[in-house]
């Protein structure tokens, strides 16, 4: 399969608390991006990093990723209850097309 | 701006029933998704658009047609509805190709056939 592989699929921390998410993929990527849903929502777009960056930050967003070995890690610190949501690493491959990965469900509470 | 709107809401058909979802979206983007996300499996691609009067498959286009006649409107369309092809089904935009740019997502539709 050429989707990201979600690590943990399920994670539940106390508010405060760091949550760290992971994705390892297989295929050759152009980018790679971290996208949020809620709850019966659509997915609203975190955090893009390119196939030649190797951090990048947004807010309370780290994202890493490490192309040799094929992973890229999500970090939320300080979390908070309205964090609580299903997180997907997307692959953009080199097709142009979106590869969703099954997603990590983050639930943080109060 | 409203960003990406979808009609209807929430669906319930009979097999053999037939159905038009509607996306629309007011930022003028150039490209345009439908997805499909079955529990516990991320979204699959079923066509996509790279603009007005284009449309091409995309992961699971089987059982599915769509139309972009205007920019703003992506249309999807199942001839005979199938128990399969129960899910919650995404429209999502962005403008240019989606490696390079984020897409923008609708708030889906829950379709149930039974």
């Known amino acids: 399969s050429q989707q990201g592989e979600e690590d943990p699929q399920a994670l539940s921390i106390q508010e405060g608390e760091n949550a760290t998410m992971n994705c390892s993929y297989k295929?050759?990527?152009?980018?790679l991006q971290w996208y949020r849903q809620n709850s019966g929502r659509g997915l609203v777009h975190l955090i893009l990093?390119?196939?030649?960056?190797r951090e990048k930050h947004s807010g309370r967003l780290r994202v890493t990723l490490d192309t040799s070995k094929k992973s890229s890690s999500l970090l939320i610190t300080a979390s908070r209850a309205a964090d609580t949501a299903s997180y997907f690493c997307?692959?953009?491959?080199?097709?142009?097309?979106?590869?969703f990965g099954q997603g990590t469900t983050l639930q943080v509470k109060p | 701006n409203a960003g990406v709107t979808q009609t209807p809401k929430f669906r319930v058909l009979k097999t053999g029933q037939s159905m038009t979802l509607l996306c629309a979206q007011d930022?003028?983007?150039?490209?345009m998704y439908w997805y499909r996300q079955d529990p516990g499996m991320g979204l699959r691609l079923i066509h996509y658009?790279?603009?007005?009067?284009?449309?091409a498959k995309g992961e699971v286009p089987d059982g599915y047609n769509v139309s972009r006649l205007k920019k703003q409107n992506f249309l999807l369309g199942l001839e005979s509805a199938a128990p399969s092809q129960t899910s919650v089904y995404f429209c999502?935009?962005?403008?240019?190709?989606?490696?390079?740019?984020?897409?923008?997502f609708g708030p889906g539709t829950r379709l149930t056939v039974l």
């Open positions: 999502a935009s962005s403008p240019g190709r989606g490696f390079y740019n984020e897409q923008f």
């Open positions: 295929t050759s990527i152009n980018n």
């Open positions: 658009s790279v603009g007005e009067g284009t449309t």
């Open positions: 930022m003028n983007h150039e490209y």
């Open positions: 990093i390119r196939s030649n960056e």
């Open positions: 997307v692959l953009s491959s080199n097709t142009g097309k979106l590869i």
